[in-house]
């Protein structure tokens, strides 16, 4: 199974009044891990949408093990765990590169739709972009 790893370093607006990174920066980073992983398939998320193929998020959870602080340099290792012709689920971990500790996990799911936000079946109507994306498998 691939996974990607992709690097963050905690910047100061990124933490709070405790010195600890803000929950709500985990998703985002997510977001960076996930577009970072799709790139390695060979296309990006904008020629995805100009195929007429949006991953909206229908579904996230996050598990904080470990807060992350200023200036921390951390991995943020991405990969699918499930993937079918409606939908792919990704998981991440966040990792701190100085002693190698998970600092949270979670997970996000995505639904395969069109620009009117109709749900497809990507094996159906798009082959070439299905296969890039198991190719990430």
């Known amino acids: 199974m691939r996974v990607s790893e992709t690097k963050i370093k ?20 997510f977001e960076v891990g996930r577009t970072e992983f799709i790139k390695e398939s060979g296309m990006t998320y904008k020629q995805m ?3 007429n193929i949006m991953i909206p998020l229908v579904e996230s959870r996050c598990k904080y093990i470990v807060g992350a602080k200023y200036e921390d340099e951390l991995t943020v290792k ?7 012709g409606a939908k ?16 949270a996990k979670g997970n996000t799911v995505h639904a395969f ?9 990507i ?10 994306i198991q190719q990430l498998l």
């Open 78 to 84: 991405t990969k699918i765990e499930e993937l079918n």
């Open 113 to 121: 739709v069109n620009k009117s936000f109709k749900i497809i079946n």
């Open 10 to 29: 905690v910047r100061y607006v990124e933490t709070d009044q405790m010195g600890i990174v803000h929950h709500s920066n985990y998703y985002a980073w």
């Open 123 to 132: 094996k159906k109507s798009n082959p070439d972009v299905w296969q890039r």
């Open 49 to 51: 949408e100009e195929e």
């Open 88 to 103: 792919v689920i990704f998981s991440y971990e966040v990792v701190r590169d100085e002693d190698n500790v998970v600092l």
